[in-house]
């Protein structure tokens, strides 16, 4: 059996994966379609019609697969010898269906099932590969069903959006950087319990049997005093890989979504896709890529002490009112040849989560889903989370100052921007420092003193020392905890550039 070891960063979390090779022998059918809703009145009976170019049946051996814009497979039946599949129970929406036989080119289509008709039919035409192999390798998948394993990439579906709708990106990154900054500022801990079913997956994209395994999942956020935020991850009290099945272990969902952080988010291109509908919402519809000519925090893969930064792109759903995140989906944006990664895919659906000791909520993740394939291997894993517990920290509860530091507390309902001035005293040849930050509605936020801190100047030469605010009048609270006196006035009611 052979090991491979690889460590995930998120922002500045170390995420582990470990992959061991496993055998299986009992195909599985697609755990999606058992969870189809049941057939009512509300769904439509999709039949689709494979023929050939003269308009005569297909009734060769062929695959069929449609797939929900949300990634997951509705399950069809064969019906007959005329080469129709029926898909019962269809709730109305935008599909993508693929068909693939063996000596014909893969078809792909997108497809509208209407709410206004029980039964809705369609017909396509099935067309050999053309004789010529470089053609043929240009229009044709490595075989009939090598790729049906997985959802439609991000360049391969986009699902609707409404028309006319004007999308402000900086509007919506911004809403939705300032719930990543809560996210971090807020959550001291949650936990879940987490149901992991993990699949081996074959050559022709079928799943094995699953192995369940159901964990304690409790998740910790912390920041340094540097601001850099950090996430620890235990499953069942403790980080070993030994207790997941196959020795794969796969961490770091709730990090992900910290690509939008404001320390995170200049590290790649987005484009506003549009107004498109999520879980019954109106959602911003956001396309992003990891930028070539930023260093890739987001992602890596450490394997034998050597490290293989990963760049994504994928697709992020961002509610309309409220710019909380419903849903991510991320991938690779090109394979990673020199340790033979060629997939590797994450569906994250988010739900709203409230604490338990105050009237907050946070939007934490529900379900995640993950596709790899790495040295000719495969693997899906299907992971949701219930039974959330929130636990957050207020500013009476957060450990001690630290020394040597001028502390900032928001007494406000809104947040705060300021710019704190220190400088040096008289005579002392110095330069003055001035730094730009923001202190959440009811927190607090210190910035550390000494050389090569954050205000870069000794204890002991402290001079005037001034914080500009743009709060109301006795919104802002400071506390010096300096070795020796120093003056710090508080001017409120004033214009701050945003902070960088």
Not at 86 to 110: D, H, S, T
Not at 200 to 222: C, H, M
Request: glycine letters at 8%.
């Amino acid at each position: 059996m052979r090991s491979i070891t690889l460590y995930v960063a998120v922002a500045m979390f170390l995420a582990l994966l470990s992959l061991c090779k496993t055998d299986g022998a009992q195909q599985h059918q697609d755990e999606h379609s058992s969870s189809q809703p049941p057939l009512n009145s509300g769904t439509v009976s999709l039949t689709v019609f494979l023929k050939l170019e003269d308009n005569s049946p297909f009734t060769d051996q062929a695959t069929v697969h449609l797939v929900t814009s949300l990634g997951f497979e509705v399950g069809g039946t064969t019906k007959g010898p005329q080469g129709e599949i029926v898909f019962p129970g269809v709730w109305p929406g935008r599909y993508l269906i693929e068909a693939g036989a063996r000596g014909f080119l893969v078809l792909k289509q997108n497809l509208e099932v209407k709410p206004d008709q029980s039964q809705q039919s369609l017909t396509l035409i099935m067309k050999p590969e053309p004789s010529n192999d470089a053609a043929s390798s240009a229009h044709a998948l490595p075989g009939p069903t090598a790729n049906s394993w997985l959802p439609p990439g991000v360049d391969d579906f986009v699902p609707e959006v409404s028309s006319g709708e004007p999308c402000s990106l900086s509007k919506v990154l911004q809403g939705a950087g300032e719930h990543m900054e809560q996210f971090v500022d807020d959550l001291n801990k949650f936990s879940a319990t987490a149901r992991v079913e993990h699949y081996a997956v074959n050559a022709k994209g079928q799943r094995r049997a699953p192995d369940i395994r159901s964990f304690e999942y409790l998740v910790t956020v912390s920041k340094d005093e540097h601001g850099v935020f950090q996430l620890e991850e235990s499953w069942n009290g403790s980080g070993s890989i030994e207790q997941f099945a196959a020795g794969i272990a796969t961490v770091g969902v709730p990090g992900l979504a910290l690509i939008l952080h404001p320390q995170m988010v200049s590290d790649f291109n987005y484009a506003c896709e549009g107004l498109g509908m999520r879980e019954g919402r109106p959602a911003w519809q956001l396309r992003f890529e990891q930028r070539s000519d930023r260093p890739n925090r987001t992602c890596s893969l450490v394997i034998a002490g050597v490290q293989y930064p990963i760049p994504l792109k994928g697709r992020v759903w961002i509610d309309a009112d409220t710019y909380q995140v419903l849903r991510l989906e991320s991938e690779l944006t090109r394979p990673i040849t020199q340790i033979r990664l060629t997939q590797d895919r994450l569906l994250i659906e988010y739900a709203s989560v409230r604490f338990q000791t105050q009237d907050e909520q946070l939007w934490l993740p529900k379900l995640a889903d993950f596709y790899l394939e790495m040295r000719g291997e495969r693997f899906y894993r299907h992971c949701t989370f219930s039974k959330f517990k929130v636990f957050s920290v207020g500013v009476q509860q957060r450990v001690h100052a630290p020394k040597e530091s001028y502390c900032f507390t928001n007494l406000s309902n809104r947040k705060v921007s300021g710019t704190l001035t220190v400088a040096p005293a008289s005579g002392v040849t110095a330069l003055s420092v001035s730094l730009s930050f923001t202190i959440p509605a009811g927190k607090q936020v210190c910035k550390t003193v000494g050389q090569g801190k954050e205000v870069n100047i000794s204890p002991g030469v402290l001079g005037k020392a001034t914080f500009v605010h743009d709060g109301p009048l006795d919104s802002v609270k400071v506390d010096a905890h300096l070795i020796n006196e120093s003056t710090l006035e508080v001017i409120s009611n004033t214009f701050v550039p945003a902070a960088p």
